[in-house]
């Protein structure tokens, strides 16, 4: 007889998926509108970001291979950056991330504020985190699981409401001083 045909098998089966829905709803992606903005008011909630920053406030948006991939996240960081971050006006570029050492001389020359880094880039985040923590560049995602693999920032699904998700350890590396306004609105991962 078959797992399938054991009515206790199948009842465990069943009982496992629905404890894990909510789990995974909570891990879904943000549509690029809500992520954009909500990452750039979580900025505004920087206290150091003034320190690090130029004239404006600038955001490289990190993509492996086909800079179409960002072209969507890029125009609602433009749509949404419209209002500056903390009195500054943001510009946004689209980096096509090959190593660390040009990254590194990009986010040091330019003052970069923050990286965002996509889902695609998530097996080279070792090599990214070595320029924001070394630069103190704020860094940030879409993707929920990279939040919990040490970027700084990232935006969840949290029952249908966007939310911001600080990982707090990565964050204080970065150099980012988060406001405790932010921090009690987000979900924060120590």
């Known amino acids: 007889m078959s797992w399938h045909n054991r009515p206790g098998s199948a009842l465990a089966v069943l009982f496992a998926l629905i404890a894990c829905a909510p789990a995974a709803a909570a891990q879904q992606v943000v549509g690029p509108e809500k992520t954009a903005e909500f990452l750039l008011r ?14 404006t406030v600038e955001i490289v ?38 190593s660390v050492a040009p990254l590194l001389d990009l986010v040091r020359s330019r003052k970069v504020a923050a990286v965002y880094i996509g889902a695609d880039l998530a097996t080279a985040l070792s090599s990214i985190q070595q320029v924001t923590r070394a630069s103190k560049v704020a860094s940030m995602t879409g993707e929920p699981r990279l939040v919990e693999q040490g970027v700084s920032l990232g935006v969840i699904d949290d029952g249908g409401q966007p939310r911001i998700t600080v990982n707090l350890r990565s964050s204080r590396v970065e150099g980012l001083q988060l406001s405790a306004d932010l921090l009690g609105i987000s979900k924060v991962i120590r």
Request: no cysteine; proline share 6%; aromatic share 8%.
């Open 42 to 55: 979580a900025l505004g909630y920087d206290r150091a970001l003034p320190g690090r920053t130029g004239a």
């Open 61 to 98: 948006l990190l993509y492996a291979e086909d800079e179409s991939s960002v072209a969507e996240l890029q125009a609602a960081f433009e749509a949404a950056g419209a209002g500056g971050v903390q009195g500054k006006p943001v510009s946004i570029t689209p980096v096509r991330f090959e």
